[in-house]
């Protein structure tokens, strides 16, 4: 497998054109705060005669990340508050996510893990005996998430060592692995990284983290492909970003390109309240209106759940717009329901 060169240096996104050279200084102080990664593939993608280029706006450093706000928060949608142990993070009755690395192929500017990834703790030997063994004991835990950091990061063989004690655990039937790696770094998706995320007997699922078609690029589908017929399901995660997917036009294109690649759009993700992200969030307005604009003008395979993840650690909501309200009483009661084009119908309340 050849290895990727990542640029993780302002110093270095100068040499590559890809920063002015007198925002080093300040681009310094957001690296010393925040991990800078962006790997070869994705750094060959930014156009960089187009100072708004949504490619770099995801990925490259901006001095803006030191302006923070007042509701913004380290652990902006509670990860800490639902740890029982090292690496577990269980929010959900029948789920838990099994944090594996905080090591990422590339860091997003708008990480809500940001505080955290990049930084070593990769969980040891005897920290991940003592997640498994929670798994192990909570027979209510359907589904495990592999998530990080980036679990795709690590070795074949010690993803292998993973799914085999999460094979070996028969309440779990799903095991779901969350990744930008695919997309980051497309050669890491060997035929033996594809072979070691299978776990026996459970069905494993890959949740794509995608935000702009261009980051579809020809080796990132070759790869997606590579899973796809392996077996295993494709799930597209997306976060809705100012400057990057907010128009129709993008988030259609986005939708559309997902599916081409067998990546069924699940979950399109209000940004969080990380620090030092104010810049890169819409308002949620922007998310609703987007949503009514893929309703009946793409595939219904490109319609995904928009969500909210509330902060404190509360979950997910989805808070997409409402096509149904309820009017009249007793004997005229019904609902009255909004197609795609605006248009409203009356319809029986049962």
Not at 156 to 174: G, P, S
Not at 222 to 233: L, N, Q, S, T, V
Not at 302 to 322: E, F, M, R, T, W
Request: with cysteine; charged share 25%.
């Amino acid at each position: 497998m050849a290895k990727t060169q990542t640029l993780r240096t302002p110093a270095r996104l100068r040499d590559r054109g890809l920063v002015p050279a007198d925002s080093v200084g300040r681009l310094d102080e957001v690296a010393a705060r925040y991990a800078v990664a962006l790997p070869g593939p994705l750094a060959a993608l930014v156009d960089r005669d187009d100072p708004q280029d949504p490619i770099a706006r995801q990925f490259v450093p901006d001095a803006r990340e030191l302006e923070g706000q007042p509701h913004e928060l380290a652990d902006p949608i509670g990860d800490d508050a639902h740890s029982p142990v090292r690496g577990i993070v269980h929010r959900y009755p029948d789920r838990v996510l099994l944090k594996l690395t905080q090591i990422c192929a590339v860091y997003c500017r708008f990480c809500f893990r940001r505080e955290i990834v990049g930084k070593p703790g990769a969980l040891d030997r005897a920290a991940l005996e003592a997640a498994l063994d929670y798994i192990r004991g909570h027979t209510e835990i359907w589904e495990v998430i592999l998530s990080g950091g980036d679990p795709l990061v690590l070795s074949a063989r010690r993803l292998r060592e993973v799914m085999k004690a999460l094979a070996a655990i028969d309440h779990v039937k799903i095991v779901r692995i969350h990744t930008r790696v695919p997309i980051a770094d497309p050669v890491r998706i060997t035929s033996d990284l594809v072979r070691a995320m299978k776990a026996s007997g459970k069905a494993t699922y890959v949740a794509v983290h995608v935000n702009h078609a261009r980051e579809l690029s020809p080796a990132a589908r070759a790869a997606c492909a590579r899973m796809a017929d392996a077996g295993m399901p494709l799930l597209g995660q997306s976060v809705l970003l100012s400057g990057v997917n907010d128009t129709p036009q993008a988030m259609r294109e986005l939708m559309r390109a997902l599916v081409e690649c067998r990546i069924k759009p699940y979950y399109l993700h209000h940004a969080d309240l990380a620090p030092g992200t104010s810049h890169l969030r819409t308002g949620i307005d922007t998310g609703r209106a987007l949503m009514r604009d893929l309703r009946g003008r793409v595939s219904g395979l490109c319609q995904p759940a928009y969500v909210l993840d509330i902060p404190g650690g509360h979950g997910k909501s989805p808070i997409g717009p409402n096509y149904l309200e309820y009017a009249g009483s007793n004997g005229n009661a019904h609902y009255i329901v909004e197609d795609f084009n605006g248009r409203t119908h009356a319809y029986p309340p049962r």
